[in-house]
């Protein structure tokens, strides 16, 4: 039986799905989670395997080879996890042992893509996803409740593309894009005092691809993605033991990324895909919130380094009905033992991922997936320190322990072809 959707409430539902979004991190503050067909794999063959319209966010260029008018929204939802065991060491008062449990939350990714071919070569889309996120929430009275509490920053983007297809085997894409950011950086430095800022910003950023199927059986992409620099203007408010509020401003940059891509068909059941990904964190130097007078109120360093993420897929055609999908990833982290942060809790992580697609009509059908993450434990010694000058205040003493952490990530995506 034959099932149709309106083109506006799916356009409609997409666009407001990807707008309600709540973040948790992956390697570093980036977000990988923009499909869950692509989930099931990994992400190998993101930039190369025009499976569906969710192409856009990775390379835009591929929406040159999908078949006809249409639309992917869906949801990947992470559980909340992460541990803490350790203690602040030093002055004013040294804790015992202390454990924190669950400070990653729970998170909704939506996202959401629609794609409309206007002749033999040109192809346009509209796109809403996350590529950058972060939501750290510690309990009250944690060990290093003084350097941070919450850590949230949310990035959205709302991209136009557009693919142009110069042969049957070579296509382009470029998409533009505004990116949305918003941030809330909350803690409890001594003297009962809580201090919270909040701010956001708006930006025009870009990507661009290419994709060329090499033969019949073998497609490679790559795709690069500009980087996010963001101007936060926003409010530090005190409240306990001072009150008081000012304006306060946070530079921030996302750095840029570049994707590889290749996905080969052994035959009608079994297909290959990998992909690289190599992301530009080494541009992430600092938290630095400053004042209307220039002062530095709350500095993190953060001396992120470059990272490569490298994942392997296959999928297998099970019948006219369902595909199946697994994956391995190894993500690399920007951070190490020598700088880990209490904001920034990261490190190198696992993902093995499994999924499948139920066609469930001739012009709709429905991906699942599942990712298991693993973090290696990191160690942290943390002080608080002064500002861009260099140095660390003794009077806050040290936060050292150990973070342990693996995630659950469950996806869900409706492909509809008009």
Do not use: C
């Not at 569906?52 to 008018?69: Q, V």
């Not at 009275?141 to 142009?164: D, F, I, P, R």
């Not at 595909?323 to 920007?334: C, I, K, N, V």
């Amino acid at each position: 039986m034959q099932f149709h959707l309106n083109r506006k409430v799916v356009l409609t539902a997409a666009i407001a799905m990807a707008s309600q979004v709540s973040y948790v991190q992956a390697a570093g503050y980036g977000i990988n989670e923009q499909s869950a067909s692509y989930l099931g794999t990994g992400f190998a063959g993101r930039a190369s395997n025009a499976i569906d319209a969710s192409i856009s966010a990775t390379n835009p260029a591929g929406i040159s080879f999908l078949k006809g008018e249409q639309a992917s929204v869906g949801v990947d939802v992470i559980l909340e996890g992460g541990s803490f065991e350790g203690e602040r060491e030093g002055s004013p008062a040294p804790t015992g042992n202390t454990k924190t449990d669950d400070f990653q939350q729970t998170s909704f990714v939506p996202f959401g893509y629609y794609v409309i071919p206007v002749d033999e070569k040109l192809t346009v889309g509209l796109a809403g996803y996350a590529p950058y996120g972060i939501h750290l929430d510690y309990e009250d009275g944690w060990a290093g409740e003084w350097l941070g509490g919450k850590t949230l920053v949310e990035v959205m983007n709302l991209q136009g593309t557009v693919s142009y297809k110069f042969r049957d085997d070579v296509s382009v894409g470029f998409g533009l894009i505004a990116s949305h950011v918003k941030g809330e950086l909350t803690s409890k430095p001594f003297g009962a005092v809580n201090t919270k800022m909040d701010g956001d910003d708006t930006i025009l950023a870009w990507n661009v691809g290419a994709i060329w199927n090499v033969t019949e059986a073998t497609t490679v992409g790559a795709s690069y993605h500009s980087k996010l620099d963001f101007k936060l203007s926003g409010d530090l408010t005190k409240s306990g033991a001072q009150t008081g509020t000012e304006k306060v401003e946070l530079n921030l940059v996302m750095p840029e990324k570049v994707m590889f891509s290749a996905t080969h068909r052994f035959d009608d059941q079994w297909t290959v895909m990998a992909d690289a990904t190599w992301t530009r964190w080494s541009r992430f130097e600092e938290f630095n919130v400053v004042n209307s007078s220039g002062a530095s109120v709350n500095y993190v360093p953060m001396n992120w380094k470059d990272t490569w993420a490298l994942s392997l897929g296959t999928s297998y055609q099970l019948d006219e009905n369902w595909l199946l999908r697994a994956g391995y990833m190894f993500d690399q982290a920007p951070v190490n033992n020598d700088n880990r942060t209490v904001r920034a809790p990261d490190a190198n992580r696992n993902w093995f991922t499994f999924g499948a697609n139920l066609k469930t009509s001739e012009n709709m059908n429905i991906d699942f997936a599942y990712a298991y993450v693993k973090l290696q434990d990191g160690k942290i010694s943390e002080s608080k320190a002064v500002g861009p000058a260099g140095g660390v205040d003794p009077s806050y003493g040290t936060v050292v322990g150990e973070y342990k952490s693996s995630s659950h990530i469950f996806g869900v995506q409706l492909n509809y072809l008009f």
